[in-house]
Each structure stands twice: as C-alpha cells, then as structure tokens.
C-alpha cells in the first residue's frame, strides 16, 4: 500500500463542466502520473509529474491540464467536460526499491459527463 | 514509437494449471523496465512483477514469473498452479527512460479459471 488516494471516487456531471480530479500520496514520492482507462485501449497517460510544477504532457492529454503545487497532490482538470471523456481515471506514483522499480496505482475516479 | 502487445483478448485456464500470457513490445532504448499487473473485477490495479532490460535472470515473484526473450522482445508472464482468484484482467507495460519515467501499456489479456 503506497498511500494514494482518489477524489472524488464517482462523479456524474454534465457536458461543458469543469472537473477537477484529485491524487492524493502520504510518501513524497517524486512521479506521479494520471491515465485513463477506457475499453480496448488499456491505460493511456493523460499527464505526469517529475516533481513540484515540472509536468508534461502524456500521449492523450487534450483537453487536460494538471497542477502539482505540493509533493503530495497531483490535480487533474478537465476545462470542459465531454462525453468523450467519461472514463475511469487512475493516478499512479512510480516507486524505487533497490533494483526494483513499481507503479502503484490509487483507486480510481469513475467519470460519466452527461 | 513504443508499444507494447498482448495479443490475446481473452484466455481460459484449468485450475491447478499454468498459464503464459503474452507480451511483445517495441522500443529502441536500451534502459527499460517492464511490468505486469492485475485487475481484477474490483477494479484496482495490482503490480505483479518487474524485469529490468539488464537483469540477466528472469524476474519471479511467488507463482509469478517474467519469461524475458530480450532479442524476441518479448515478456510472457507465466502464472504457475493457477488459482479461481487469478481470474482478472492483466496487463503488461513498460517503462522508458527518461524524464518523467512514461509508461506505456497493453490492452490488457482476461483470464479466466476453470475450477
């Protein structure tokens, strides 16, 4: 257990709304990452983070901004929500143990823009 | 471009019997790791195992182990003595290096087992 957390944990909103998804670690850990999961496409990154206000942009980040103010917080927004949008959303931190290197993922945010 | 293939969408296997999921990637960096997770039903995404591109021995983690065929890109997970709670989607990724350390994942193989 990494200590990450997701808010919120289900969100029903309609089209043209902003979003913002929150991640949520208790161990500083440098990465942090947002994907989306969606079916047949597995998890594809949004954006991520390599430390306080150094982000960058992942393979499907339109209509995505993020924000990383604190070690331990890394926001998702979407500007303006749409359909196209409703997904399951992950954050991730990457962890270095020795020779060994994880991802360990939050819960997940259930999104449907109406 | 990286990619990472699993090219089996759905897999069944007899309780008690092992079981190889593929996964092929591509890449043209010689420092990269590669990963394999589980999601269950519940939905929360487990990590499994890890191989780094310059460990010579395959990665093992309990009734997990990595098959890494460096030249063939390729690194199958095989689950050995399969049990009914390995029924779960899997995932193979992989991490290139880098700033930021991108991951890169596949569409996922659906196990099932067979009591």
């Known amino acids: 257990d990494a200590g990450i957390t997701q808010s919120p944990r289900h969100k029903v909103t309609e089209t043209g709304t902003p979003v913002t998804l929150r991640c949520h670690q208790t161990e500083n850990h440098r990465y942090m990452y947002w994907y989306r999961q969606d079916p047949g496409h597995g998890l594809r990154l949004i954006h991520y983070s390599y430390g306080v206000k150094d982000t960058d942009k992942g393979e499907v980040s339109d209509g995505y901004s993020v924000s990383r103010s604190k070690t331990e917080d890394f926001l998702l927004t979407l500007e303006s929500a749409t359909s196209s949008q409703t997904s399951v959303y992950f954050c991730?931190?990457?962890?270095?143990?020795?020779?060994?290197?994880?991802?360990?993922f939050g819960p997940g945010t259930r999104l449907l823009v109406l | 471009a990286q990619k990472i293939t699993q090219t089996q969408p759905g897999m069944f296997v007899q309780e008690k019997e092992a079981v190889t999921l593929d996964c092929t990637y591509d890449?043209?960096?010689?420092?990269?790791?590669l990963f394999w997770y589980k999601q269950p039903s519940s939905g929360e995404m487990i990590f499994l195992i890890y191989q780094g591109s310059y460990d010579e021995q395959n990665a093992t983690e309990g009734r997990y182990s990595l098959n890494f065929q460096k030249a063939r890109k390729s690194a199958n997970l095989v689950i050995s003595a399969s049990q009914l709670g390995d029924s779960a989607m899997y995932f193979c990724?992989?991490?290139?290096?880098?700033?930021?350390?991108?991951?890169?994942f596949g569409t996922g193989t659906s196990l099932t087992v067979i009591p």
């Open positions: 991730a931190i990457s962890v270095q143990r020795g020779p060994q290197e994880t991802q360990y």
């Open positions: 990724a992989m991490r290139r290096p880098g700033r930021g350390n991108q991951f890169y």
């Open positions: 890449t043209s960096d010689q420092s990269y790791g």
